[in-house]
């Protein structure tokens, strides 16, 4: 799968967090190839920040580029020397790019995070489709272009394939006594065809919670990411949405916006866009309240 960079201008700490959400979103939901900047943090790329700026915009399949006042203005060389200059260095290429052929660009779209950016869109990136992230569904869009969707005949599924991980080769497990469980467990997270549901049951003080920090190591390594909903002291629905939500925050742009019950089902919405698996964990499971 062809890489993914994101091309944007440092201009606050909040802006810069919405580029790496935005990131992550693709990274986790759609299993894209997204690179930026903020990834060679601390310390920088050791081919010096010139070179590899330029390297992400020659080398990448498709270019996401964040327009805001600073990046026009670097884009467009109205920039005071000195300044923003990994922007300024990226900008340059995609300028030249465009120029070299003649226009016909499948390759750069424009993102906006905020509607008043609409009027600091280069003018040799204006004739193009933007994606506007400040409404709602956009962002699905933006990952249906990405994965060459945008194509697609009337009435076919905009739902991209699921893409499974591989199970780990030679991961050796901590525990002797559960490998039906475990040889289970890795054949669910790699996509094969079973339930999708491991019920463990056990008396206490039989080793349960070491299985389970077992499960959610190996589900790491696997690059799958995972929330623990613990049930024990019959919390409210509220809050193990909540906490759905704090864990996969770039998973749950749905969930993040509604409260009350709505966001249960807003989170369902969320996970019904999902191409890559997700791990949920219900510790004490029967000890949920009566609203569950």
């Given at each position: 799968m062809a890489k993914i960079f994101i091309s944007y201008s440092h201009d606050t700490e909040p802006y810069k967090q919405r580029v790496r959400d935005l990131?992550?979103?693709?990274r986790m939901?759609?299993?894209?190839?997204?690179?930026?900047d903020q990834d060679m943090l601390p310390g920088g790329p050791g081919e010096g920040w010139p070179h590899w700026s330029e390297a992400q915009v020659r080398l990448a399949g498709k270019v996401l580029v964040v327009c805001t006042e600073n990046y026009c203005r670097r884009y467009t060389g109205r920039e005071e020397i000195g300044t923003g200059l990994g922007s300024v260095c990226e900008a340059r290429l995609i300028h030249q790019e465009l120029y070299n052929t003649g226009g016909i660009n499948h390759k750069y779209r424009v993102i906006l995070f905020d509607e008043?950016?609409?009027?600091?869109?280069?003018?040799t990136l204006?004739?193009?489709?933007?994606?506007?992230?400040?409404?709602?569904?956009?962002?699905?869009?933006l990952a249906e272009w990405l994965l060459g969707k945008s194509n697609a005949p009337a009435g076919a599924s905009q739902t991209a394939a699921a893409v499974w991980p591989q199970a780990l080769s030679g991961y050796v497990w901590g525990m002797a006594d559960r490998k039906d469980l475990t040889a289970r467990f890795e054949r669910m997270l790699s996509g094969q065809p079973e339930r999708r549901v491991?019920?463990?049951?056990?008396?206490?003080?039989?080793?349960?919670?070491?299985?389970?920090?077992?499960?959610?190591?190996?589900?790491?390594?696997a690059g799958i990411v995972y929330s623990l909903l613990d049930c024990k002291g019959s919390l409210a629905l509220e809050d193990l949405l909540q906490s759905i939500v704090l864990d996969l925050r770039?998973?749950?742009?749905?969930?993040?916006?509604?409260?009350?019950?709505?966001?249960?089902?807003?989170?369902?919405?969320?996970?019904?866009?999902?191409?890559?698996?997700?791990?949920?964990?219900?510790?004490?499971?029967?000890?949920?309240?009566?609203?569950?």
């Amino acid at each position: 799968m062809a890489k993914i960079f994101i091309s944007y201008s440092h201009d606050t700490e909040p802006y810069k967090q919405r580029v790496r959400d935005l990131a992550e979103y693709l990274r986790m939901a759609h299993g894209l190839d997204v690179a930026i900047d903020q990834d060679m943090l601390p310390g920088g790329p050791g081919e010096g920040w010139p070179h590899w700026s330029e390297a992400q915009v020659r080398l990448a399949g498709k270019v996401l580029v964040v327009c805001t006042e600073n990046y026009c203005r670097r884009y467009t060389g109205r920039e005071e020397i000195g300044t923003g200059l990994g922007s300024v260095c990226e900008a340059r290429l995609i300028h030249q790019e465009l120029y070299n052929t003649g226009g016909i660009n499948h390759k750069y779209r424009v993102i906006l995070f905020d509607e008043s950016c609409n009027s600091h869109v280069p003018d040799t990136l204006q004739a193009y489709h933007k994606f506007p992230l400040y409404r709602s569904a956009v962002r699905e869009e933006l990952a249906e272009w990405l994965l060459g969707k945008s194509n697609a005949p009337a009435g076919a599924s905009q739902t991209a394939a699921a893409v499974w991980p591989q199970a780990l080769s030679g991961y050796v497990w901590g525990m002797a006594d559960r490998k039906d469980l475990t040889a289970r467990f890795e054949r669910m997270l790699s996509g094969q065809p079973e339930r999708r549901v491991l019920l463990i049951s056990a008396e206490s003080n039989s080793g349960k919670t070491y299985l389970l920090g077992e499960l959610k190591n190996y589900a790491r390594q696997a690059g799958i990411v995972y929330s623990l909903l613990d049930c024990k002291g019959s919390l409210a629905l509220e809050d193990l949405l909540q906490s759905i939500v704090l864990d996969l925050r770039a998973l749950c742009p749905r969930g993040q916006q509604e409260k009350g019950s709505a966001r249960g089902w807003a989170i369902l919405e969320d996970f019904q866009q999902l191409t890559t698996p997700v791990l949920l964990t219900f510790d004490t499971y029967e000890a949920v309240s009566d609203d569950r």
